[in-house]
């Protein structure tokens, strides 16, 4: 089995974890975790969005956290940003990158942004100059690449169409996204390899959500082609809105331990990971949905 | 990506899901959730054990379910059968497989069976003997093959000691056990590769436990090898001893959803294997853990 010796996690839980979960987490815990997370040699950590807060309100202090953290400087902090509104707040904030997003299918897109695909790109290309003008790298989000949970199959040329555009405005790295978790180990491999022809795999992340029990099963497909840039949220926060309470995002210590078992060097310590867990777990008042949260959290051995 | 094109599923829950789960099912609750089981497609089930009630008193009653189902010619039904005496009440029970079983750590087979592996394979023997005298077939389990809860790492040659004794004993199938879900992918391709120079690979199954969240990836790497049997308990029925609460057996509805999407043949209907996991969740009065019924439980699409 051919795998890489050297894997980049990025924390998306602070983002992607907290906005789709219900609870509101007061803003000096958030900011507290993302001291531990900062701590757990995470090159990488998605702290916030700033998307109007009348859609997210869970992230609505997106400015207060990015002022309140502490700034690791091994630690690359980003948030989301909609448009050049987000973009001017997130330089307020000082980011290191910020993350431009749309969807593969147009139903997804429409519901999520409420514009059609192609009424999204000029407004993205805005905020990727803009971002650029500033020295800040950009990455692109492209969501529902494996399923739309409204289209259903997204046909590849769709796929491969966004990726161009958002390519041709210079974002730095593309994270392809299973936004309901769908995807298989044998489509994986479909749409990594054509991809990969168009674009270059170092480029390219994956985002995996575990909803159907797949994630690390397509993780160890996207291992075996070669790519080493994964996203994750600790303790799998964040549920996936289309079934309330089922799993949401690949939990990073789950992908981990996989990782680690195999020898795979990520830079992050097990134990410190786990620690930053417990932290968030006990401010959220319930047990976080993960394998080795769980596992934690009954006592057992998670190693 | 080389994936077989047909997979045979053993579904394990009525005796490996239920041994581990404190509730005590009544009898005729599990032989309507047999008889469900029947009819999904599924080519085997191991519906319940002959070990002595007092070790397992949740299967207690294997006899009156054994004889209260109603048997479909495409099934084979099977039995854990520890001893003779254990084989004695099978062969009253008239299944159809028996299954014996052993540890490839000392400390394991110590504390579940109470005797040494060299004093096990004796008892074993004579069981696969008096079994072949009665024209039923044999298979047989062996445990923490990827790692024990008492001696941790279990070196190779242990665990070919242990497989060699069983197929020399004349048993039909072995079921490779991850009995507390440590395995990863670059084991498992280390494990079996080795044991397939010396095993035919078609009498070999795997048995994956999901603690760690790890055990579809291991299907998948399985697959890439050629292993086409699988054990699986629907709704990852039964927990984790070794951690309460924690995730036990690789889930077949789960791994249903990963094969059929693979295009792989299992002849099981997913939407009949799900209907018999809705029954069976009813009676437990809980949510089951897997990703497939957590869905299900929520209204979400499964598909």
Not at 276 to 299: E, V
């Amino acid at each position: 089995m051919q795998l890489p010796h050297n894997v980049t996690i990025k924390e998306v839980g602070p983002r992607d974890g907290l906005q789709n979960e219900k609870e509101m987490i007061p803003t000096e815990d958030k900011i507290e975790w993302i001291n531990h997370l900062s701590k757990t040699g995470l090159s990488y950590i998605e702290i916030s969005s700033f998307v109007h807060p009348k859609w997210i309100p869970q992230l609505g202090d997106a400015l207060e956290v990015a002022k309140g953290i502490k700034r690791n400087p091994e630690v690359t902090y980003a948030t989301l940003v909609p448009n050049l509104k987000g973009l001017e707040r997130a330089l307020e904030a000082d980011v290191d990158e910020v993350s431009i997003f749309m969807s593969a299918s147009e139903s997804h897109n429409k519901k999520n942004i409420n514009k059609s695909i192609d009424e999204t790109f000029p407004v993205l290309q805005e905020v990727v100059e803009g971002a650029k003008a500033e020295n800040k790298s950009v990455r692109g989000y492209i969501s529902t690449v494996f399923g739309c949970p409204y289209d259903g199959q997204v046909p590849i040329e769709n796929v491969q169409k966004v990726c161009d555009q958002l390519f041709s405005m210079g974002i730095d790295e593309l994270s392809i996204g299973d936004t309901i978790g769908v995807a298989n180990p044998l489509q994986v491999q479909h749409v990594l390899e054509t991809l990969s022809k168009d674009f270059p795999k170092d480029q390219l992340a994956l985002h995996f959500h575990n909803t159907r029990g797949t994630a690390l099963a397509n993780v160890l497909t996207s291992l075996q082609l070669g790519f080493t840039t994964f996203d994750s949220a600790l303790g799998g926060l964040g549920g996936c809105p289309y079934a309330k309470g089922a799993s949401g995002n690949l939990a990073t210590d789950d992908l981990l331990y996989m990782l680690k078992e195999m020898n795979i060097k990520t830079g992050i310590n097990q134990d410190k990971l786990m620690q930053a867990g417990a932290f968030i777990q006990k401010k959220m008042d319930k047990p976080l949905p993960s394998h080795h949260m769980q596992i934690a959290y009954r006592g057992g051995d998670v190693t």
